[in-house]
């Protein structure tokens, strides 16, 4: 490959000089040419001098073509041989796996491969709500300073904000529903509809990006068969949230189903990654 890239650089750079130098020598011979056809009316000695000029031009030219023909041929032969080798090289590179990885061993450099655990949703059920929110109000207090973190200890229970549960914080604390939508509105992180049992993150930060992230998160939403405008697949498995950077660069593009990534996938890797997860669900 290396060989063929040589020869396919050294002919673009010979044709490249060549036209340049061949342009030079055809506007300084033009010139010479009037020059000698206007001498030649006066005196028929120059007509002779313009012919061997004329003479030197063809023949010059028809070896330009000899040159660029044969040069052609090699950089066609190099490309051709460039592209087999390649298409070869990538034809036995094994397809990539689906690495999963913990997050803290992929930072730390040592991550080694794992069957990803699926990881249930926190129950929601068990306690009624208002206890539940009681509880946590008693805990964190009751003033406006308080709202955000009752909303992250709701959340926390929940894995979302549930309407009840907000109608009983503004019903016991200072805290007025408009405080707490706007706290809920300002910060990404909350969230007032249900989640699936599994969370995934597709890392959308420059190297993921450039590494196709659009496209593994066009293809999870197309394989989870999630609505447009919607997070979550019909059977609340699966949601699906694109973040700004999961800090595993070297991985991109890069998924994070619940607290475990998979890294270096294509479109179809990252939707085995789930399919491996719902298998064992």
């Known amino acids: ?41 006066d005196d028929h000695k120059f007509s002779k001098e313009l012919a061997a000029l004329q003479d030197t031009m063809t023949k010059e030219r028809l070896a330009r073509k000899a040159r660029i023909r044969w040069v052609s041929i090699l950089l066609i032969a190099s490309a051709a041989a460039f592209l087999y080798t390649a298409g070869r090289k990538s034809a036995q590179q094994p397809k990539p796996a689906v690495a999963l990885k913990r997050i803290e061993a992929v930072k730390s450099g040592v991550a080694s491969p794992l069957k990803l655990k699926p990881i249930k949703a926190a129950a929601q059920n068990g306690a009624p709500i208002p206890e539940v929110v009681d509880a946590i109000i008693a805990r964190e207090g009751r003033t406006p300073e308080a709202a955000i973190p009752i909303l992250q200890a709701i959340q926390a229970h929940w894995r979302y904000l549930p309407g009840e549960a907000l109608r009983r914080v503004t019903e016991t604390t200072e805290i007025t529903a408009s405080q707490i939508a706007g706290v809920a509105s300002f910060y990404s992180r909350f969230r007032r509809t249900p989640v699936g049992d599994h969370m995934v993150r597709v890392c959308h ?77």
């Open 1 to 41: 490959m290396k060989l063929a890239l040589a020869i396919i650089a050294l002919c673009a750079a010979f044709l490249t000089v060549d036209y340049t130098i061949a342009r030079l020598h055809k506007t300084r011979d033009d010139k010479r040419v009037t020059v000698l056809q206007e001498q030649a009316r």
């Open 205 to 281: 930060g420059t190297a993921c990006h450039v590494a196709g992230a659009r496209a593994v998160t066009d293809e999870l939403r197309r394989h989870l068969d999630i609505p447009d405008g919607a997070d979550t697949d019909p059977q609340k498995v699966f949601t699906l949230e694109e973040v700004a950077c999961l800090g595993c660069c070297s991985l991109a593009p890069v998924i994070m189903v619940d607290e475990q990534t998979a890294g270096k996938l294509t479109p179809a890797a990252a939707s085995e990654a789930l399919d491996s997860v719902t298998e064992k669900t």
